[in-house]
């Protein structure tokens, strides 16, 4: 099966930096993105990565592990406005496909 | 250029009723996965279409079934409905699939409430 773990839940302080953590073991690998979601609105896309190293987009870098099956996700100039949840997602191989599998979910908290 | 829409934004329905959730991808694109959100599962995968194939399903009974229209709209139903089903159903549009960088875009979501 498919297995992709996140920590549940995180804190931080406004201005400060975080890393979210996410593994993954999966039968299959074609690319792993990293999305936001707000209480009560959809996913939106944050980041993508398919080769190993690290991804920088303003305040969000993202960073892929291949052989380790691991990856971050990591907030710089934390704003409130960041408290929401990230999702780690596998998209998997084969032919003409698409479909992500999705980890739990990471909630974290930013406070003044 | 307008996102993702699906309609009923909310629903309310009983055991055993059927639901239809309808979802008109981004002009252009002609990939449509549909997602299940519930607090205790996270979001799981039911089923992807492109150019009106499924060409993909996740491990959902044969009451979740879907279509796609030469349009690239997508309906996805739900037969017998269960008190299990009350989730957030999201749709995803992507201009195209296999071997590209091109991420999905998601819709605002259905909340179907099951009683």
């Known amino acids: 099966g498919q297995n992709i773990d996140q920590p549940t839940e995180m804190t931080a302080t406004e201005g400060a930096i975080v890393q979210i953590n996410c593994t993954y073991q999966?039968?299959?690998?074609?690319?792993l993105f990293w999305y936001q979601q707000h209480a009560g609105e959809a996913p939106t896309f944050l980041s993508y990565n398919v080769l190993d190293g690290l991804e920088e987009k303003g305040r969000f870098s993202s960073f892929l592990s291949r052989s380790k099956g691991y990856s971050y996700l990591l907030l710089k100039e934390l704003q409130m406005k960041d408290s929401a949840s990230y999702l780690c997602?596998?998209?998997?191989?084969?032919?003409?496909?698409?479909?992500?599998?999705f980890g739990k979910g990471t909630k974290l908290s930013v406070i003044p | 250029k307008a996102g993702v829409t699906q309609t009923p934004r909310y629903l309310i329905k009983t055991r055993g009723q059927q639901v239809t959730l309808s979802c008109s991808p981004i002009s252009g694109h002609r990939s449509v996965s549909w997602y299940q959100q519930t607090p205790g599962q996270g979001l799981q995968f039911l089923f992807e279409y492109f150019s009106e194939t499924q060409r993909n399903k996740g491990n959902f009974p044969g009451r979740f079934s879907g279509r796609q229209f030469s349009n690239s709209r997508s309906e996805m139903n739900v037969s017998t409905l269960e008190l299990g089903d009350s989730a957030l159903y999201l749709c995803a549009s992507s201009l195209e699939a296999a071997g590209s960088r091109e991420t999905q875009y998601f819709g605002p979501g259905t909340r179907l409430l099951v009683l």
């Open positions: 997602a596998v998209r998997l191989s084969g032919a003409g496909s698409y479909q992500l599998t």
């Open positions: 999966t039968s299959g690998f074609n690319g």
